[in-house]
């Protein structure tokens, strides 16, 4: 509140008051008074006016306290200055210009207001206030002001000169208002329109950049929403659309292209919206008869569908192809036909494959015209045999011949002129129904829709050989057509060459190659002349053709004719006939390797004298003499080709087709001759082979007979020793047993008989019997003497085994109880067939038969028996497959006509493999381990079976025993 008791306080507030802008109306006469101020009037005056107005100012002021409140109250500054004070000084500020400024009354009245300004002041602003003032003008500027503590501001400043009333200038009254806030928002406000503007800008840069990118892609383009609505297209698409945007913006692709829906487009646009994948494939728009290549990518808002026509790219992509194509099977058709196959139809039928193959044909057929029949006859083909029916007008696998009526090949048979189906006016869209050929109307026999023929004439040398035909699904371009103009002629050439070779091969390749095969299928010389004459003198139809063999002489060489043959039986050969030294003349012309050909031997001026007297004499009219020298051994001869019925021209195919038959025959006796050679060779080399091994086995044979029998001698005479050692003991043992054994039963009786007559003993008696235990020893002596009994039998039945098994008192042949023999054998093995804690030992099954007595070696006989069954006994203890109960069955019969013992022991052991077997009875054969058998026990076996004239054999499958079969006759002479 403003308060005037105080004087100074309410001249302050007076000057404040002034300060108000709207005062000016308050002082109506103030400036009048001073504007109208006569320069002469007193000061006096002057103060006095002064007063007055001051006077006048403060009844206003009283009067406006509510108008003087709100200047002090104001948010703007409000200075007023004082122009008639120099420096135009600051006489008073508001409160607001403190809070703006910083400054106080007491820091800036006084003062002019030019130190709120700073460096960044705009001069201008200044200048324009500078005129302002000076013109005493109101002006209004917005600058940058300076805080008191140095902060800048914005100051929007308005200068108005206060007038009095006579129009005097009293003050200057500024108002401040800060628009520093209000500034930073307008420049923000800019900043951010700057920036809009910057993006919008950008924006549509962008937007007109991608335009321009889209209408500049050389691909066409185009945009589909969710719905599959065009939202965008480039110009390249309306071109390739023939639509314009206006017509598609908005519009469904498959409303606008229905012929796309199921298409691949179809397939691949919703591929690539199903999955969100981008697609890229390739396809021919029918509707456009184009190839585009097709990209397309999903985004966010549907689909960017990108396309091009690669037509052109295609177009020249396929016809490289082709021409590789065409250049591969141009090779190939060359190559095939250059080696030929070993039938036409075999080489043409490969052809036709590779034609299909290559230029993916729907069929390619190939016949030959057989002039004879005036037929067409199918050699090859390849492809779809019904579109082979439609070409041949008929079923062409009955059918292989047809006439050339009523058939598009026989058509172009009788034209001779290339046929091809037209792409327009005559192609034949649902195929062929009729077809006028000459005139005639041929009937296809099927309906076959959009397929090509095209069918060429096989010439050569203007003749007909054959017709190709070829049928594709698509029309035939230039290079095809070419290349079958050139397959046509190579076919052409082929055929005929083929039939030119076969005609020739009919005859002189053929001979060869029967003849040449049929000597090379013998080594054996008399066949391959024999052969050679008579296939050479029924080609060509001569007389006479011999074979002449050549023997070197340094004087007289001479001749001799082994192999012939001839036109009838009957026929002479005076040539057989002659002496070996009358036919010098032809020795000669052999010796030299001189071909003498002769047409006729009456009228030939070449042919010298001698030979010329010589074949006359021998009734020969005319004569092929082709001499051969082997190339091996250097052996000569020659084939002679004779007739003695007028002159018989040779001709020059016939001299080189026996030429090459000579040459031929040549090599095959050189052959026969090493194979000969090489066979007396072998033979004596295998002979000495034999003989070789022959004594090997002898020699082996000897060796384990002599350690064998040095084994056995040895151990014979042993047994035998010990036999006689222990018979003595036991002839004693044995000898007093029996009356021991009486004098004991004498002994007891006595006992027997005191006891009966005194019951009551002495007592030392008594107790004596106690002692031994009378009762006890008289019941058990007898049983004791009884068990020494049976012990000594044992030992006196061993003692007889092993001399009966020695036999060294028996070493003549005898007739021998061979049942002895193989129960002395068992006795001697008996520790080995017994059962123990580990096994369950053998048993012994007998199935002895009624045998007489046998003659024999008996000891070489147990020696066999010894052998064999102990070898069964060690096959049962090691075998790999337990049998149940091991087991030796051990048969003997007598053969059916009774002159042969049989004997088979067998064994239930694992058996023996092939192999084993056949080695079995070898020397040193064994299947034990190292250092158990000696590999002889066999083999030995075997030759004293033999020494007895008998047989031993084993029979064994492994896993099913072994069985040994000795048979040896009854009687040994
Ligand atoms: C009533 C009055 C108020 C003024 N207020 C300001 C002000 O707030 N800020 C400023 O920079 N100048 C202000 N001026 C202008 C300066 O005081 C001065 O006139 C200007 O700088 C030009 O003069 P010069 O060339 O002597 O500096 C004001 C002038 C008058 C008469």
């Known amino acids: 509140m403003v308060s005037y008791g105080d004087e100074r306080r309410r001249e302050e507030n007076l000057d404040n008051l002034l300060a108000e802008p709207g005062l000016r109306m308050f002082f109506p006469n103030y ?11 007193s000061e006096l005056d002057e103060v006095a006016e002064r007063e007055r107005y001051e006077e006048v100012l403060r009844q206003a002021a009283g009067e406006n306290l509510q108008l003087g409140q709100a200047v002090i109250s104001v948010s703007d500054g409000i200075i007023i200055t004082d122009p008639h004070q120099p420096n135009n000084p600051i006489i008073y500020i508001n409160p607001a210009f403190t809070k703006i400024t910083g400054y106080t009354a007491q820091d800036i009245l006084g003062e002019n207001c030019r130190c709120l300004q700073g460096k960044e002041t705009d001069p201008q602003a200044i200048e324009l206030i500078r005129e302002a003032i000076s013109k005493k003008e109101p002006v209004q500027v917005t600058l940058l002001n300076y805080r008191k503590d140095g902060q800048p501001f914005w100051n929007e400043l308005k200068i108005s000169p206060v007038f009095s009333d006579q129009e005097n ?28 503007q910057a993006a919008r800008a950008e924006a549509e840069a962008e937007r007109n950049r991608t335009a321009n990118i889209l209408e500049g892609i050389t691909d066409a383009f185009y945009v589909l929403d969710h719905q599959w609505r065009f939202s965008y297209l480039n110009s390249h698409a309306e071109q390739l659309l023939f639509k314009t945007k206006e017509e598609l913006i908005g519009k469904s692709i498959w409303e606008e292209f229905p012929e796309l829906i199921n298409s691949k487009f179809d397939r691949e646009l919703h591929r690539a919206v199903t999955r969100n994948v981008t697609v890229h494939f390739e396809a021919f728009y029918t509707e456009l008869e184009a190839w585009l290549e097709v990209r397309v990518y999903p985004y966010k808002d549907g689909l960017s569908v990108y396309f091009r026509d690669i037509t052109i790219a295609k177009k020249s992509e396929e016809s490289l192809l082709e021409r590789s194509r065409i250049s591969t099977l141009e090779a190939e058709v060359g190559a095939t036909l250059g080696q030929g196959g070993t039938t036409l139809t075999e080489t043409l039928h490969r052809c036709s494959e590779a034609m299909v193959q290559h230029l993916e044909a729907e069929f390619v057929g190939i016949w030959t015209y057989n002039p004879g029949s005036n037929t067409l006859d199918l050699q090859a083909y390849a492809g779809q045999e019904e579109i082979g029916n439609w070409v041949a007008g008929r079923q062409i696998s009955s059918h292989p011949r047809i006439p050339l009526e009523g058939s598009m090949v026989g058509f172009v048979a009788q034209t001779q002129q290339i046929y091809l189906t037209q792409d327009s006016g005559q192609r034949f869209k649902g195929g062929l129904e009729s077809r006028v050929y000459n005139g005639e109307v041929a009937e296809s026999c099927l309906v076959i829709p959009d397929i090509y023929l095209a069918s060429a004439p096989l010439i050569v040398e203007e003749k007909l050989v054959g017709v190709i035909a070829v049928v594709m699904q698509q029309n035939f371009n230039e290079a095809v057509i070419d290349m079958l103009g050139w397959m046509a002629h190579a076919f052409g ?45 029924s080609l060509l139809q001569i007389d006479l053709c011999q074979y002449l063999w050549f023997f070197s002489h340094p004087t007289q ?8 043959a001839k036109a009838s039986p009957t026929l002479r050969s005076k040539l057989a006939e002659a002496m070996p030294q009358k036919l010098a003349p032809l020795a000669h012309k052999i010796q030299n390797l001189q071909v003498m050909r002769v047409d006729d031997v009456a009228d030939d001026t070449n042919l010298d004298a001698e030979a010329k007297a010589l074949l006359s004499n021998l009734g020969i009219t005319s004569a092929l003499l082709l001499p051969l020298e082997t190339p091996h051994a250097g052996q000569r001869g020659a084939i002679i080709c004779t007739h003695g019925n007028g002159q018989r021209p040779w001709s020059d195919n016939e001299v080189d087709l026996l030429q090459a038959v000579v040459d031929q025959v040549a090599i095959a006796i050189d052959q026969a001759e090493v194979y000969a050679q090489s066979r007396a060779a072998a033979l004596a080399a295998q002979s000495q082979t034999s003989q070789l091994e022959q004594a090997m086995n002898e020699l082996k044979q000897t060796e384990s007979r002599l350690i064998q029998s040095e084994k056995m001698s040895g151990l014979g005479q042993m047994v035998a020793g010990i036999a006689h050692e222990i018979n003595n003991p036991v002839n004693f043992i044995t000898g007093n047993l029996t009356h021991t054994s009486t004098y004991i039963r004498d002994l007891l009786d006595l006992i027997e008989l005191y006891r009966k007559h005194y019951p009551n003993p002495d007592p030392e008696i008594e107790d004596q019997a106690e002692e031994v235990d009378l009762d006890f020893l008289i019941d058990d002596l007898p049983k004791l003497l009884s068990s020494m009994q049976v012990g000594a039998d044992r030992i006196r039945q061993i003692v007889l085994s092993l001399r009966n098994f020695s036999r060294l008192d028996e070493a003549d042949m005898k007739p021998v109880d061979i049942h002895e023999g193989i129960d002395s054998t068992l006795l001697i093995l008996h520790n080995r067939l017994k059962a123990n804690a580990n096994y369950r030992g053998v048993e012994i099954i007998k199935e002895y038969g009624k045998l007489p007595l046998v003659d024999c070696y008996p000891s070489q006989l147990n020696q066999v028996f010894m052998n064999i069954i102990s070898n069964g006994i060690d096959a049962l203890e090691t075998s790999e497959v337990k049998p149940p109960q091991p087991t030796i069955r051990i048969r003997t019969e007598m053969s059916d006509d009774g002159k042969t013992v049989i004997i088979r022991i067998a064994d239930n052991g694992s058996g023996m493999p092939p192999d084993v077997l056949k080695r079995l009875f070898d020397p040193f054969f064994t299947t034990k381990p190292v250092g158990k058998g000696t590999g002889l026990g066999l083999s030995i076996s075997y030759q004293i079976i033999e020494k007895h004239h008998g047989i031993l054999r084993c029979e064994s499958e492994l896993g099913k025993g072994a069985a040994f079969v000795i048979e040896i006759p009854l009687n040994q002479n």
Do not use: C
């Open 31 to 41: 400036s009048e008074t001073v504007k109208g101020e006569d320069s002469q009037a």
């Open 169 to 196: 200038l009293l003050y200057f009254i500024g108002i401040q208002t800060d628009i520093t806030e209000r500034k930073r928002a307008e420049e923000e406000r800019v900043q951010l329109l700057q920036r809009e």
């Open 493 to 537: 050439v082929a055929i005929d060459r083929f039939w030119a070779r076969e005609a020739l091969s009919s005859r002189r390749e053929a001979l060869l190659f029967r003849l040449a095969s049929q000597i090379r299928k013998s080594l054996d010389l008399d066949t391959i002349l024999g052969t050679a004459v008579n296939e050479i003198r």
């Open 557 to 564: 060489p001479s001749l001799m004719v082994t192999h012939e």
